[in-house]
């Protein structure tokens, strides 16, 4: 059973069998834990590497030790991209699974190193538009391991499903990151490029999200589902997922009818300074073929970046994201960190700090 669909039984009373939690297995470190010595420091998103704690049978990261030699000397896990942003600099890290903003800074910053595509057996099966995400001036630097894109739900007893008026209600949940900005910027019509936005674009964004004082921002999914289940709440920004989740709870929710929305994708990211990068390689060869990407896709209820996962357990997850149907991905902007390849003749582009200072003011 998914990780997210737990949240589910705790708001709507839906009758899902519920995992029994049960103490988290750890892994064993040596005196030295650095990856010379055969152990990986790996930084990831809650979830994205499980070793059987709530579930005996997700254990996809013990499975790895077993069969590669290898050990996890450090399993460090956050809940949001901000978290991650903070987290990541506290610390050398082998590997880290990185968002796009995030991803694009460590490049930048020379915090990562290129990866050798001919190491990472199976590369080749990833979607080529997300390899390219990750591909800079020629060089690889990372593995594609999960995306996902939003979607706005409602509740079609309630509202007619208008994408301006969810931004201007006050019963709306918006993801918690500044990135939805985005988001609000294709809801006015301002931009066919959301995540590169020129002062004028962003204003126009920032006047549609300044509209409304009451509205809802979440962190934990289970905000956006307590809300339906309850009736506060009209409009949600959501995964496909978690639509899916609220519908076979017997919640009505539809999905509004948009021409454009926004995406990410999360990649395996190599650290600059590892003094052996063997053990890396084995992870990123784990990370990369169907069956991680498979558990990993079904237990966090987001799309698998390798086709081949798309069956068994996580063949309704594709089927929701519609993974392998062009015109659905055509229509995800996905996410680089802003102001991307913005650059414009005149004016100027604000940049991730401008966007964070705006979204601080907007969702405290």
Request: proline share 8%.
């Amino acid at each position: 059973m998914a990780l997210a669909a737990t949240v589910l039984v705790a708001a709507t009373g839906a009758a899902t069998p519920t995992p029994r939690p049960t103490p988290t297995p750890s892994p064993t470190p040596s005196p030295t834990a650095t990856q010379s010595d055969g152990t990986l420091q790996i930084l990831t998103y809650r979830g994205y590497a499980e070793y059987g704690g709530i579930s005996p049978k997700v254990n996809w990261v013990g499975s790895f030790e077993k069969e590669t030699g290898c050990r996890i000397a450090k399993l460090d896990t956050v809940q949001t991209a901000e978290d991650m942003e903070a987290q990541v600099d506290r610390r050398p890290y082998d590997l880290v699974s990185a968002g796009p903003a995030l991803a694009d800074r460590l490049i930048a910053e020379k915090k990562v190193q290129p990866i050798e595509p001919a190491k990472v057996s199976g590369l080749e099966d990833v979607d080529e538009r997300f390899r390219d995400m990750v591909t800079v001036s020629g060089k690889v630097y990372g593995v594609p391991y999960l995306w996902g894109y939003h979607e706005f739900i409602y509740d079609p007893a309630k509202v007619k499903g208008d994408l301006k008026e969810a931004f201007s209600s006050d019963r709306v949940a918006l993801k918690n990151s500044p990135l939805t900005i985005a988001d609000a910027a294709l809801a006015a019509g301002e931009t066919d490029e959301p995540f590169e936005l020129t002062k004028d674009q962003f204003d126009g964004a920032m006047k549609l999200l300044e509209g409304a004082q009451g509205r809802t921002y979440w962190t934990n999914p289970i905000d956006l589902i307590k809300g339906f289940a309850t009736g506060s709440l009209d409009y949600a920004q959501a995964t496909p997922y978690y639509r899916l989740l609220l519908q076979k709870a017997g919640k009505p929710v539809k999905t509004l009818q948009t021409r454009e929305t926004t995406g990410w994708v999360d990649s395996w990211m190599l650290g600059a300074n590892v003094p052996d990068t063997t053990c890396a390689y084995r992870w990123l060869n784990w990370m990369t073929a169907p069956n991680a990407q498979r558990d990993a896709a079904a237990w966090v209820g987001l799309a698998p970046a390798n086709d081949k996962a798309c069956k068994g357990r996580a063949k309704q997850i594709c089927e929701v994201y519609e993974v392998g149907e062009p015109k659905r991905i055509d229509r995800v902007a996905f996410a680089v960190r802003p102001p991307g390849d913005c650059r414009p003749q005149d004016g100027e582009c604000p940049d991730y700090v401008a966007w964070s200072g705006m979204w601080q003011k907007i969702a405290k």
